[in-house]
């Protein structure tokens, strides 16, 4: 059974820090791509950043570039999310996702989320 738990989210002040996790079961994080997704009140659910299976090709969405990094640790399945100079406007919902692929598809899945809420 797949399974994909984030954790690490909290309050924090603007400039803070803070890391996300998404413990992973049930396939393997090396082989399959894994995103880091955010969803605000009112916006539509957008793409943080992602790393690729095997190759592990790192790319970022232009808000989040050169303050945060997506990273995995193969031996505990887990990806990470580090959040650095943190904005109010990257309060939302940090959500994990994995393209896990069998045979000729990939199959997603998602995490339950974890709220993020930075204050001014």
């Known amino acids: 059974q797949v399974r994909l738990v984030e954790s690490g989210g909290g309050l924090v002040q603007a400039g803070g820090s803070l890391r996300l996790s998404c413990a992973t079961s049930g396939f393997t994080i090396e082989f399959s791509a894994m995103r880091w997704h955010r969803q605000s009140p009112g916006k539509e659910r957008e793409l943080v950043a992602r790393v690729s299976g095997i190759s592990g090709s790192k790319d970022y969405a232009e808000s989040a570039k050169g303050r945060f990094t997506i990273s995995r640790d193969n031996a505990k399945n887990t990806v990470y999310l580090e959040m650095d100079s943190l904005k109010p406007e990257d309060t939302a919902v940090y959500y994990c996702?994995?393209?896990?692929?069998?045979?000729?598809?990939?199959?997603?899945?998602w995490g339950q989320g974890t709220q993020v809420t930075v204050s001014s």
């Open positions: 996702k994995a393209a896990v692929p069998r045979g000729a598809h990939d199959y997603v899945y």
